[in-house]
């Protein structure tokens, strides 16, 4: 079965930089989730995104920016980039805008700036 | 004090053990309750969910949760050194978009 894809999978940038991390969800998922997980650290939800509008937002940094496009694959803007945002960036995907099952994640993006 | 305790570990235990991984939580408002292994350097991988108080059953898992003592639990039998990961307690709220709370993960590993 098709998964969450993710990409890049691995990213190094400068500080100060800019990054785009991509997310295609399971085809006929309509919703997106973003997590952000430090080194030993449980994912943080970021923000999320159901029918193409932000659904939810949890601690985005106002240098991030994210959206959700009309084939429901989403993209992950970062700016600014500084080192404490060298992490792994998670995408998920559900159907209809809930995860009161839980929901798959991608193998992620491992961002990291030097 | 963050919403979604989870023992931090590390466990290890002998292969064929029963493994017992716990989390409490503080907001009475989450519904839906999920356990995620997470291989290094992977994506959490969904194990079980439950949105009931009591037992749920797969296989050699079982979720439990206490909605009146706030404390899930996810029990593993005869574990084996696959079942070597990092193991996550999540929860959620109903119908509130499907943001996930993560307690901090317990390492595992089954020594053969």
């Known amino acids: 079965a098709a998964g969450v894809i993710q990409s890049p999978r691995h990213l190094i940038k400068e500080k100060r930089e800019t990054a785009t991390l991509k997310c295609y969800p399971i085809?006929?998922?309509?919703?997106v989730y973003w997590y952000q997980q430090g080194p030993g650290q449980d994912p943080q939800f970021l923000i999320s995104?159901?029918?193409?509008?932000?659904?939810d937002k949890g601690s985005i940094p106002d240098r991030f920016s994210a959206q959700q496009f009309s084939d429901y694959h989403s993209e992950l803007n970062m700016s600014s980039l500084e080192l404490g945002d060298s992490a792994l960036y998670f995408c998920a995907s559900s159907l209809g805008g809930q995860g009161n099952y839980g929901y798959t994640f991608g193998s992620g993006t491992r961002l990291t700036v030097v | 004090q963050k919403e979604v305790e989870q023992d931090p570990g590390p466990l290890s235990v002998p292969e064929g053990a029963i493994v017992s991984l716990n989390c409490t939580y503080s907001?009475?408002?989450?519904?839906?309750f999920m356990w995620y292994r997470q291989y290094s350097r992977k994506g959490p991988e969904l194990l079980m969910y439950t949105y009931s108080s009591g037992n749920k059953e797969d296989g050699r898992f079982t979720a439990q949760v206490d909605k009146s003592s706030k404390y899930i639990s996810l029990f593993i039998r005869d574990s084996q050194p696959s079942d070597s990961a990092t193991y996550l307690c999540a929860m959620t709220f109903y119908n509130q978009g499907g943001k996930l709370i993560f307690g901090q993960g317990t390492e595992l590993s089954v020594k053969p």
């Open positions: 907001n009475s408002a989450f519904q839906y």
């Open positions: 995104f159901y029918e193409k509008m932000q659904s």
């Open positions: 085809p006929r998922h309509d919703t």
